[in-house]
């Protein structure tokens, strides 16, 4: 099968979902391209290049085909997919549609989300087939120790103080308030020093001693932020903010999930005295993310869905 795969490649090149896609590409035997609609030229000459390969499917894993109009230039005899990666509340998803998203569905034949309560509403929204498909992990050749990148609590990711993202930075402060040692946290806007972290991840979750995971939004069923398959891609012992579905995907103890800033502080407390438990989380998580979760796995399962028109079991 011949595939064009459309997102931030160049843009952001050591994304581990990008690394996995490309080796799920190859792993299935797919004569794989990828097209970046982030840095590419105008919609006319991203969609002839996606034209160009003449695939069998075409898949947009990123918004920016829907803004930047390039769907429309698309040929019509491509099986056409796309796959929403990331989440927001509903009442802020439908804004969106009604900016002009939905006019793109009359440019695609099915859909796929992050999110397992929101298939409906992009369901309905767009009138196509539409099917649940979270991110995966990335299988790298090694887990990578190496001492400067060793913190006792790590946390990659933005602190917005903003609605909707308001929880999560104050989940994070009362943390670090009770926590036995603080929270190291790396936050990088810029998009060339995002890039140096990204190159850094499988180092720096590897080698921390506690990861610390929570997503900008925990009561939607299913939806995970990139960070929670990051952490078991590359071994980490790895304590996350509970989510409906969160021990479908890995069952404690391969991840340690808290609810509150105090059940957090305990995990940390517990797990920085027994280094022996840490270790054999580290590899446990990894091990079983590979073996069940890859993105491999993944996209195999995601045209079974095509094929049969169902649902098939993403856990």
Same mark, same amino acid.
């Given at each position: 099968m011949?595939v064009?795969?459309?997102a931030g490649?160049? !843009?952001? @090149?050591?994304?581990?979902?990008?690394? #996995?896609i490309?080796?799920a590409?190859?792993e299935?035997g797919?004569?794989?391209?990828t097209?970046?609609?982030?840095? #590419?030229?105008?919609a006319?000459?991203?969609?002839?290049?996606?034209?160009?390969?003449?695939?069998?499917?075409v898949?947009?894993?990123?918004? +920016?085909?829907?803004? =930047?109009q390039i769907?429309?230039? +698309?040929?019509?005899?491509?099986? =056409?997919?796309?796959?929403?990666?990331?989440?927001?509340p %509903?009442?802020?998803?439908?804004?969106? *549609?009604d900016?002009?998203?939905?006019s $793109?569905?009359?440019?695609l034949?099915?859909?796929?989300?992050?999110?397992e309560?929101?298939?409906?509403?992009w #369901?309905?929204?767009?009138? &196509?087939p539409?099917?649940?498909?979270?991110?995966?992990c990335?299988? @790298?050749?090694s887990?990578e120790?190496? %001492?400067?990148?060793e913190f006792d609590?790590?946390?990659?990711g933005?602190?917005?103080?903003?609605y909707?993202? %308001?929880? =999560?930075?104050?989940?994070l402060a009362?943390?670090?308030a009770?926590?036995?040692?603080?929270?190291t946290?790396i $936050?990088?806007?810029?998009q060339?020093?995002?890039n140096?972290?990204f190159? /850094?991840?499988?180092?720096?979750?590897h080698?921390s001693?506690?990861?610390?995971?929570?997503?900008h939004?925990?009561?939607n !069923?299913?939806?995970?932020s990139?960070? *929670?398959?990051?952490?078991?891609? *590359?071994?980490?012992? $790895?304590? +996350? %903010?509970?989510f409906p579905?969160?021990?479908?995907?890995f @069952?404690e103890?391969?991840?340690w999930? *808290?609810?509150t @800033?105090?059940e957090a502080?305990?995990l940390?407390?517990? &797990?920085?005295?027994?280094?022996v438990l840490?270790?054999?989380?580290?590899?446990?998580?990894?091990?079983?993310?590979?073996? $069940?979760?890859s !993105?491999?796995? /993944?996209?195999e399962?995601? +045209?079974?869905? &095509?094929e049969? #028109?169902?649902?098939?079991p993403?856990?």
């Amino acid at each position: 099968m011949k595939v064009v795969y459309c997102a931030g490649f160049e !843009w952001c @090149p050591y994304a581990p979902k990008f690394m #996995g896609i490309k080796q799920a590409m190859k792993e299935l035997g797919w004569e794989g391209y990828t097209v970046d609609p982030i840095v #590419g030229e105008s919609a006319e000459e991203i969609a002839a290049e996606i034209n160009g390969y003449r695939p069998d499917m075409v898949i947009y894993g990123t918004t +920016v085909p829907f803004s =930047r109009q390039i769907c429309q230039f +698309v040929d019509s005899n491509i099986y =056409r997919v796309f796959w929403m990666l990331d989440y927001s509340p %509903k009442p802020i998803m439908q804004k969106m *549609f009604d900016s002009g998203w939905q006019s $793109n569905s009359q440019y695609l034949d099915a859909l796929f989300v992050c999110s397992e309560d929101h298939v409906k509403l992009w #369901g309905e929204a767009f009138n &196509l087939p539409t099917y649940f498909a979270p991110q995966a992990c990335y299988v @790298p050749s090694s887990l990578e120790y190496t %001492k400067d990148a060793e913190f006792d609590l790590l946390f990659i990711g933005c602190v917005c103080w903003d609605y909707p993202f %308001k929880a =999560r930075a104050e989940m994070l402060a009362q943390i670090d308030a009770v926590s036995p040692v603080s929270i190291t946290r790396i $936050n990088e806007s810029d998009q060339t020093k995002r890039n140096e972290v990204f190159k /850094r991840i499988p180092k720096y979750y590897h080698s921390s001693k506690i990861v610390l995971d929570i997503s900008h939004f925990w009561t939607n !069923w299913g939806y995970t932020s990139s960070r *929670f398959w990051h952490a078991a891609s *590359f071994g980490a012992c $790895n304590i +996350v %903010k509970r989510f409906p579905g969160c021990s479908d995907f890995f @069952p404690e103890p391969l991840k340690w999930y *808290f609810d509150t @800033p105090q059940e957090a502080a305990d995990l940390v407390n517990k &797990l920085l005295q027994d280094a022996v438990l840490r270790e054999q989380t580290k590899l446990a998580v990894a091990e079983y993310g590979w073996r $069940n979760h890859s !993105w491999t796995i /993944r996209l195999e399962k995601m +045209v079974r869905c &095509l094929e049969t #028109g169902k649902q098939v079991p993403m856990y």
